[in-house]
């Protein structure tokens, strides 16, 4: 069994969710996992003993006019690897969390201690934010300095390869879904609670900033509720949605869409939706799509990104470009409208089956052992 440290973002999002339930599934399987953030991760809600969190957390001098999170994290990095001799080290999202792991790496070789660490990619690290030229030469060097690196989707490795001019071998290991808690569950009683019965369920999940025009979330839903009595639940939070409750006013289907703010339970949520619309500007994998299809709720998206790989026109869902809402709104219809509407769900449900945890950790567990082992004997 592997002592593995994690870190990640315990914010609301989907690097963090991955990681955080990475380690969960490790732990189960008799891993001992070390979290590494500056706060608890929000999927990490129950005690096991095979889970530990460590908190980064440092003194904000009146000097420091940007808090050096880096340099707390690599100095915690160093810590707790020599406090609780870990094997390896898995950061999820390169910045900074691949430099910080670099920089605790060589700090270690001084104290004669090797570790080597992973760095997974998640998409904004790589698609919007490591494209920054403030950013770029520490995140290229970074990619080439882990001792392996993963990507979400088949697409995020080729924009990596397209934006870094990098030959590091890139495994793509996808999203996973734990279907212990993402699955079908009949809530007939809270459905009724929040729509009659002849409405349908519409349902967006996201952080609400600009990447996931949300905007066009609200358009879609104007334009199907022409055709049809609907109600949008819009769960989450972020940059974007003071404005998106302007423009459902503006539109005047506010009455008709829920901003519930950010959820928990939502496969609950999951589990009473018809359709679930995700129109981003870029998404490297969509994991809240392939939960969505985990609880048998079909998906209109666009194109973007990693999304290919999961959606299948006609199948589980319809993709369209980016910014064709109406298209989108055209082909929730056909999804909502459709005799076919439960095979749509089946489709989305098998979909999601091949994502399953047992399917995906695995071979991040391969991976572990195969760096560990290459890294001794090199
Ligand atoms: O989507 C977000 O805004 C959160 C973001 C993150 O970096 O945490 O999610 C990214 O990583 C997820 C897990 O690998 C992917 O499923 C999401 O598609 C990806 N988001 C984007 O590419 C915009």
Redesign the pocket.
């Known amino acids: 069994m592997l002592k593995i440290g994690i870190v990640c973002?315990p914010t609301y999002?989907?690097?963090?969710?991955?990681a955080t339930e990475l380690g969960k599934a490790l732990a189960d399987k008799g891993h001992q996992i070390h979290f590494i953030t500056y706060n608890e991760p929000f999927r990490l809600d129950q005690f096991h003993p095979n889970i530990n969190y460590h908190e980064v957390s440092f003194q904000n001098y009146a000097l420091f006019e940007y808090p050096p999170y880096e340099t707390a994290l690599a100095s915690r990095m160093v810590e707790i690897v020599l406090n609780e001799s870990l094997d390896i080290i898995h950061v999820h999202?390169a910045i900074p969390h691949a430099s910080a792991a670099y920089i605790a790496q060589q700090i270690l070789i001084t104290k004669g201690i090797h570790i080597p660490f992973i760095t997974t990619l998640?998409?904004?690290?790589i698609?919007l934010v490591g494209k920054d030229k403030s950013f770029l030469p520490v995140v290229a060097f970074s990619i080439e300095a882990s001792n392996a690196v993963t990507a979400?989707s088949h697409a995020l490795k080729k924009e990596t390869y397209d934006h870094f001019s990098t030959q590091k071998e890139i495994e793509v290991i996808p999203?996973f879904i734990d279907f212990d808690r993402f699955s079908f569950q009949d809530k007939s009683h809270f459905r009724k609670a929040i729509a009659q019965d002849h409405q349908k369920i519409i349902i967006h999940i996201?952080?609400f900033?600009k990447?996931?025009r949300v905007d066009d979330v609200m358009r879609l839903f104007a334009i199907l509720r022409q055709e049809i009595d609907a109600i949008l639940l819009m769960v989450g939070d972020g940059p974007d949605r003071t404005q998106t409750e302007e423009l459902a006013k503006c539109l005047n289907i506010n009455n008709y869409v829920k901003f519930l703010g950010k959820q928990k339970a939502v496969e609950e949520l999951l589990s009473v939706s018809d359709l679930f619309v995700m129109p981003?500007q870029?998404?490297?994998?969509?994991?809240?799509a392939l939960e969505a299809m985990a609880c048998r709720v079909p998906v209109v998206t666009s194109n973007s990104?990693?999304l290919p790989e999961i959606v299948e026109n006609g199948v589980n869902g319809y993709m369209t470009e980016v910014g064709d809402y109406e298209s989108m709104a055209k082909f929730g219809l056909e999804i909502l409208k459709d005799k076919n509407h439960d095979k749509f769900r089946e489709s989305a449900y098998l979909t999601a089956k091949k994502y399953s945890i047992e399917a995906i950790v695995p071979q991040y567990e391969t991976l572990y052992h195969s760096v560990i082992h290459n890294f001794k004997t090199r």
């Open positions: 973002y999002g989907g690097s963090g969710v991955v999202y998640h998409g904004t690290d698609t979400v999203n996201s952080n900033r990447v996931k981003s870029t998404e490297s994998f969509g994991l809240a990104g990693g």
